[in-house]
């Protein structure tokens, strides 16, 4: 399946096999189209009932094609829509469309082919080597705030209480205002 980089280009799988087709609205009944990828034109055939094309994603950027017909009877609503056959044999938009409005019948866009990266399984692990491991998995980024609350979490629960109670110190009474008095003599 491609998949949307930017409005200009999408990526797939090296070697990836790919079904793209177009369908025509308000063009009076007159739907035909040619497709080109990576310099060469591609044959164009049925694809549930519209004009489509295959081919297979190759390595780099390579520019798709389509160039339709447009009745020249037809309003300037008229126009086609490009879509992809699916993995369940559906059809997926790549919201990519042409009307009668635009200056040139062609849908345009590059296709990047990406390498898919494999993890080296048991069998295909020369032996002494040793084996691939995964990547480990990438932590969402902590704000500053959730590190804080994790941090006050991670204090013993004693210091949490006292950090959360206000301490206020009472005033001495008379006995040990007098108490503090005499051992203060007793010292001189």
């Known amino acids: 399946?491609?998949?949307?980089?930017?409005?200009?280009?999408?990526?797939?799988?090296?070697?990836?096999?790919?079904?793209?087709?177009?369908?025509?609205?308000?063009?009076?009944?007159?739907?035909?189209?040619?497709?080109?990828?990576?310099?060469?034109?591609?044959?164009?055939?049925?694809?549930?009932?519209?004009?489509?094309?295959?081919?297979?994603?190759?390595?780099?950027?390579?520019?798709?094609?389509?160039?339709?017909?447009?009745?020249?009877?037809?309003?300037a609503t008229a126009r086609y829509d490009l879509f992809e056959v699916n993995s369940a044999g559906g059809q997926t938009a790549l919201n990519k469309s042409v009307t009668a409005a635009d200056p040139t019948p062609l849908i345009g866009f590059g296709i990047g082919g990406v390498a898919v990266a494999l993890a080296a399984t048991p069998a295909s692990v020369p032996r002494g080597a040793a084996p691939v491991r995964p990547a480990a998995p990438v932590q969402p980024r902590r704000?500053?705030?959730?590190?804080?609350?994790?941090?006050?979490?991670?204090?013993?629960?004693?210091?949490?209480?006292?950090?959360?109670?206000?301490?206020?110190?009472?005033?001495?009474?008379?006995?040990?205002k007098k108490a503090t008095a005499a051992r203060g003599r007793k010292r001189r």
């Open 1 to 75: 399946m491609l998949r949307r980089v930017n409005a200009a280009l999408y990526e797939a799988d090296l070697g990836e096999h790919v079904e793209l087709f177009v369908v025509q609205q308000g063009n009076g009944g007159v739907e035909a189209a040619s497709f080109e990828y990576n310099g060469i034109v591609l044959p164009a055939h049925p694809i549930q009932g519209h004009p489509g094309c295959e081919f297979t994603v190759v390595a780099g950027t390579h520019q798709f094609e389509c160039i339709v017909v447009l009745n020249p009877a037809s309003q």
């Open 143 to 176: 704000t500053k705030a959730v590190r804080k609350r994790a941090a006050k979490k991670a204090q013993p629960a004693k210091r949490r209480k006292k950090s959360r109670k206000q301490t206020v110190k009472k005033a001495p009474t008379r006995a040990k």
